[in-house]
Structure formats: C-alpha cells, structure tokens
C-alpha cells in the first residue's frame, strides 16, 4: 500500500497511538487503513460414499485436484459462501451442512474453511475456473495430485472421521512451507 | 475506496472480466482492489464453574459486557488471535482449547470466532480497552448488559452445552438489526 484510499495521499508505516501494530497511515486525512487475514470458504460436497473434487484450471496449482473453495465475500454468510463457491467451480447445488474444519495458514494470512454438503443432483460440471469435476470413493481420491495443504489435512480428518463412524469439527494450522 | 493504493490514480466500481460482482479497479494500473468479510476472534475463558467478561472502555457498546474479542491480525493463527485479545483486554494468560462457535455477521461483513479458553492465573485487570474484568457464575451473568448478539448467542449455548454436559460446536448468523 502506497497510497491512501480514502484521499489518494501517500500513506506511511508507522503504530498509530494506542495501537501495537504498525499500519499504514494516511499523511493528509490520518485514515488507518487495517489490513487483516482472509477467509477462503468452501464444501466437502457428499454423494453416497462419493465426494466430489474439481481440477484447478487457474493458478496456483493448475490442473492439480481440489475442494471447490474461494474468498469469501462481503454481505454473505460463511454458509452461503460454501454454496456459492459449489456452484460457481462445479456448477453444483448443495444443502451446507455442519462445519467440518477450520485450518488457519498464517504466512499468507489466510483462514480456510470448509463445511460438509449434501450434493442435490447429479448435473454437476466444471466452472470456469475448474477443467474437470468428477465424484471420488476413497479408495479413488488422487492424494498425490491434491492441492493445499489445508485441503489435505481436511480430505484425511473426514475419512478417518467417516471410518470411526463419528463426524467433528478439526482445527489446524498449516506452517510456511519448507525452503 | 476512491484512489488506488497501488499508485494513487482515481478507482472505479465495474465487473472484473470473469467477475460476477463490481469491484474497485484503478483506472490507471488496473489492479483490481478485492473487499472481503473480517474476522473477530475470541475466547471464552473458564475459571471453574465461571467465565471472564470485560466492561467495554470503548464504543461501540461502551460500558457494556463482553467476551474479550477483536479483529483478527494478518500473520497469526485464529487461536493465536484468540489469546492475544484474551491478554490485550484482561491482561489474562488462557490456554485455548476448542472451537466453540462461528457466527456470521453478513450485513457488517464480518465472521465472529469463539474458544473455549482455560484461565491460567487469576492476575487479571482491565486492559487498555476494559473499564472492569471480572470472572462471572452462570446465575450471575448480567444478560440485559452484553453487547453483540453473537457473544449473547454464544453465552446461552455455552451454558446449555455446560449444563447437558457436553460442549459442540456452534454456527449461526445475526441478522440485520430491526429498522
């Protein structure tokens, strides 16, 4: 950030009174412009014994396997936004059920999200941002082609949790990766 | 949002290629400035059969109680940010434990986030943003002066979950108060 927002002035780093954190702060009108994590919000979408995946036509992570999932957006709901992103990366309609899991990545400032879904039909496809959607058993699930680690260690806590025959909400954290 | 702050030149409100809602993008670099959903983080923290709850020094909702609870900072884990505004507000030491509720907040955009939290010491006090922390029994809870319906949400299914002897985890949504 260089600029201020709100008046177009440049904006310096420094920790505003009463504050403990430097921000960036306007030199004309003294906005405090805060910046703070993300949420990326999607599905475990479910069809008998069946999950469904979507292979990544954008980047990062192109053509790897992945939960539909996104930046949740202003004015909505975590739930909504779980549908939402079904829908706009499997052209899927699901029931959001129960949270599944929350894994915070911090080094990207990012907190990811996923709930259980009850997929309503069969007519799913891929969107625009996915070049295949297809339904998994887990003997099928392409572990070696996933993407996001948050994804991962969500994929495994539902199969162990769908074997011990009990479903709980799994927190996480997921470390920089290795250099 | 009226400038960039990118490199200062004017914003404006138009679907992004791909898009499907309006954003911010600048007219000159065109770096398209995406708005999302805050999160609040909290803890619930227990000291036997009570919790701690803060007098608000602030507004919104100035001297009323609450969990102590704030804005999610870039860099760190939700249970991080759930001991971090536990130690700025009551000047406490808390172990975090469980997730114990998410509440969305969509017509404020924002995602409110609460722990269960075991009190460490009883050397608390009233941080910057506190007038008076305390630690209350069930019986004791000052109902009709808690800000915020989420933690209002969160305290009653607290309690119910505390007095059927088991704790889950909560969703839910507030919605816009009455006009």
Not at 14 to 41: E, F
Not at 64 to 79: H, K, Q, R, V
Request: aromatic residues 10%; proline residues 8%.
């Amino acid at each position: 950030m260089n600029y201020c927002s709100q008046c177009g002035a440049p904006v310096t780093l420094m920790i505003p009174a009463g504050d403990s954190l430097p921000r960036h702060v306007c030199s004309q009108c003294h906005t405090i412009h805060y910046q703070n994590p993300k949420m990326v919000v999607g599905a475990i979408p479910e069809w008998q014994d069946q999950i469904l995946l979507c292979r990544r036509a954008i980047e990062p992570r192109y053509g790897y396997w992945t939960l539909p999932a996104g930046f949740m957006e202003n004015l909505e709901s975590t739930e909504q936004a779980a549908a939402r992103e079904t829908l706009e990366e499997a052209c899927a309609r699901v029931e959001v059920g129960p949270l599944f899991s929350m894994v915070s990545v911090p080094h990207i400032s990012q907190v990811h999200i996923f709930y259980r879904a009850r997929l309503l039909d069969l007519d799913f496809a891929p969107g625009e941002e996915s070049l295949e959607v297809r339904l998994f058993r887990e003997d099928e699930i392409p572990w070696e082609e996933l993407s996001f680690r948050s994804v991962i260690l969500s994929l495994r806590a539902y199969f162990a949790d769908r074997r011990a025959g009990q479903f709980t909400v799994h927190g996480g954290e997921v470390p920089p990766p290795p250099v």
